[in-house]
C-alpha cells in the first residue's frame, strides 16, 4: 500500500543508535541517510546495504533513502574523464544491490566541486549559528578541477550518464533523485552547474523520461533560484517527479543568501505544504540545514526538534484541511 505524505529526519554518515532513538521520540517514521559509512572504494555491496535496513527497521522506522555515495564514487563520470564507464558500471551495480537490500530511493547531485558556503558563522535569528553564501567572496577562487568546465559539457556528461543509469534503476526498483547545485550559481571553482534553474531540471526529466527518474527536491535551493517555489511543486509534484524533499528556508537569492530557522525565511512554509499534499506528493519531507541554537550538540538535536514541531504542526493542518 502506498504510504500518504509524511516527515523523517536525515542522518549524517553512520547509524547513531541514540539518534534514532531521539527520532523516533519526534514522532516521524522514516529516515534519509546521507552519505553511509559503507565499506567498499568503488561501490556498496548488498549485504552492507541490507544491514544498513535492517539496523533502521531495529529502531521501528523506515529507511526511506539514501542521499549521496563518496563523490570518488562518480566524479570521473561528472567530468567525463577516462575510466568514466568503470564508475558507472560501479554505480549501476550499487544502484541493483540497493534494489535488492529493499532500498526504494536513492539522492544524487551533480556538483563534482560539492556543496559551497562562505560562512558557517553566520549569525540568523537570536544568535543561532547558520550557514550562508556571498558569491562575491567565492568567485574569484581557484579552479577545483585543473580547467574550466563548460555547461555545454556537463550536459554532455549528465546525458551520457543518466541514459546508463535510468534502465538500471527500472530494474532494480530505485527511485533516482537528483538534487539541485548548492549554491544554484552558473560556476563554482570553474566547474559549471547545470541544475541551477527550473529550466535545467525540465531539460533533465527530458533526456530520460522515466518514473523513476526525477528529484530530490531542496526548497532551500529553489527558493535561492528565484524561481516561483510553489509553482515548481506544482509541476514536478503532479508529474510524480519529486521523490523526497529538504523542507528548509531560506533568505535571499543564489548569489547571496543566508539559512533561516523554517518560519522565517522567504517562503510560505504552510502554503508550501499545502502545495505538496494538492500536488500529489507521497514521500518523506525532511528538515536540513537547521540553525544551531545555544548549547546544542555538533549534529543539532534542538534545532532538527524545532523544524520537526513546526513542520508536524503545518502537516496536521494540512491534513485536516484547515488554515
Known sequence: MELPMRLGVGQFNELNQDRLQFIKQLGVGDVVIHTPRLPGEKQWEFEDLLNLRKQVEDADLRLAAIENVPKHFYEKAMLGSPGRDEQIQHMQNTIRNMGKAGIPVFGYNWMPNSVWRTSRET??????????????????????????????????????????????????????????????????????????????????????????????????????????????????????????????????????????????????????????????????LIPDHVPHMTNDIPWAYMGRAYAIGYMSALLELVNKGED
Open 123 to 284: 549569525r540568523g535569528r537570536g544568535r543561532a549559528h547558520v550557514t550562508s553564501f556571498d558569491y562575491d567572496l567565492a568567485k574569484d577562487k581557484p579552479l577545483t578541477h585543473g580547467r574550466v568546465y563548460t555547461e555545454e559539457e556537463m550536459w554532455d556528461n549528465y546525458t551520457y550518464f543518466i541514459k546508463a543509469i535510468v534502465p538500471v534503476a527500472e530494474e532494480a526498483g530505485v527511485k533516482i533523485g537528483i538534487h539541485p547545485d548548492d549554491p544554484p550559481v552558473e560556476s563554482l571553482g570553474g566547474v559549471a552547474r547545470i541544475f541551477r534553474n527550473f529550466d535545467g531540471f525540465k531539460r533533465a526529466m527530458e533526456i530520460v523520461d522515466s518514473d523513476y527518474h526525477g528529484l530530490e527536491f531542496c526548497q532551500g535551493c529553489w527558493t535561492e533560484m528565484g524561481e516561483d517555489v510553489y509553482a515548481a511543486i506544482r509541476y514536478f509534484g503532479q508529474r510524480g517527479k519529486i521523490f523526497y524533499v529538504h523542507f528548509r528556508n531560506t533568505t535571499g537569492t543564489a548569489y547571496n543568501f543566508r539559512e533561516t530557522f523554517i518560519n522565517e525565511g522567504d517562503v510560505d512554509m504552510y502554503k508550501a505544504m499545502q502545495t505538496y499534499k494538492e500536488a500529489g506528493f507521497r514521500g518523506v
